[in-house]
């Protein structure tokens, strides 16, 4: 196992539900990271004494290049039932939330976290993709209930997944009476720009609850601020740029910038938008250099600081500013180009990457595959992001038949959307049809009964 993390930088599944799962797990990693050199390796690990000294003494003798291929058969599984999986991640979601978020002792966190990012907003969110599934409307009505309970307990400042905006969006499209507008669009005693919990990130919401006029001071104080306020700053590694991601950095901003054309054509804010696009991919092109180096890490990929999150704002540029150009500049066509390239790269970290959640891990770039695929129309993208489910599956301490994504006692919010299993609901839920809308995308209306 130390010689595969070496090989690889995969911690073993250290949980194991059943015996000789940790073993087949690294090795199903193994295959799909190294094909047939991992073969020794499978050998090492395999449990069989002889098999393993013979391996180490065929280790100790040539270079790993030499080696032969597996022989104990651990090849590609195929595609996992994604029906399936969506159905499991929805039932551990409705079978933990009552003991873990609902009746969550006063003192633990969850009593009193509201949020899109970690509490009962983000969950609500997600299950109103889910009401039709059976004890799903009952949950959401609790779900709601606890919410409110929440804001009047820990009132949060304006946010949109670390704040009031975010619970106010969950609210509102559950149709609460009380889901008013608020006072302030967004935080004025501590204004920053950022979309987890920041003037872009407010603006959204007040966008996604039909509020422009919200919207619409939120876009101005931004514009009007000049450099980035950020909430946090980060110091660039050798593979990521925080002031430039989605979650913390410019591609938020932008993204909000976007939104807003795509709902009222103003062409001042167009021209804004486009300026900041061509700035997004003159960086986005450095990070895709930069996510294929040596000393690379998973972030470089993801949602929050990584290309999963640039990416998705470079496509939504095509879609919003259109094939007209300033200065004769590509425009759409260059920020197209450089989503796919930074898709391509996070393609080939998939095999690599053991995070399971949507903000910093898997699920975040399976969700992001399925927007290429939607964009494109390439079904190359859909099958890349059914390689993100293979990985879950080869990344669970639960065996095949109920697999488990997230230790529920070793994660602080093993239910949430950011780093939990409503996040993976999210990316089933949209891999089993890819049409789907997103999370904070309007749900379809219910069928007519």
Known sequence: MTLAFAATGLVPVIVETEDGLSAARMCSSLTALLGSSAGFLHDLIGGDGPVALAALRTLAAAPVTTQTGPTRGYGRRPYPDVPALRRHVLGIIRDQAPARVLRAPESAYASFDATLYTGSAGLGLELLHHRDAPAVPPLLEALLDHAARATRRSPRPPGLYLGSTGTLLFRARTGAADAAAPDRPFDTADPHDDIISGIAGCGIGHLLRGDRTAARACVDSLLAAGPMRLSVTGTPSPSTEPAAGYAHGTAGVLDLLLKYVAATGDPVVRTEARHRAGTLAHTAADLIVRARRPGAVPLAVSWCQGLSGIGRTLLHATTVLGAATDGGERGDARFAELALAAAEV????????????????????????????????????????????????????????????????????????????????????????????????????????
Request: proline content about 11%; aromatic content about 6%; charged content about 25%.
């Open 346 to 449: 996070c393609v080939d970290w998939i095999p690599r990457m053991q995070n399971p959640g949507q903000c910093c891990g898997l699920a975040g770039v399976g969700t992001y595959l399925i927007d290429c695929a939607r964009h494109t129309g390439d079904s190359r993208w859909l099958d890349a992001a059914h390689d993100v489910a293979r990985q879950l599956l080869r990344r669970s301490h639960g065996p095949d038949d109920a697999p488990r994504f997230v230790d529920l006692d070793r994660q602080d919010a093993p239910l949430s959307w950011s780093a939990g299993y409503t996040g993976i609901l999210t990316f089933l839920r949209r891999l089993d049809d890819p049409a789907a809308p997103d999370l904070l995308e309007p749900p379809a209306p219910s069928p007519a009964r």
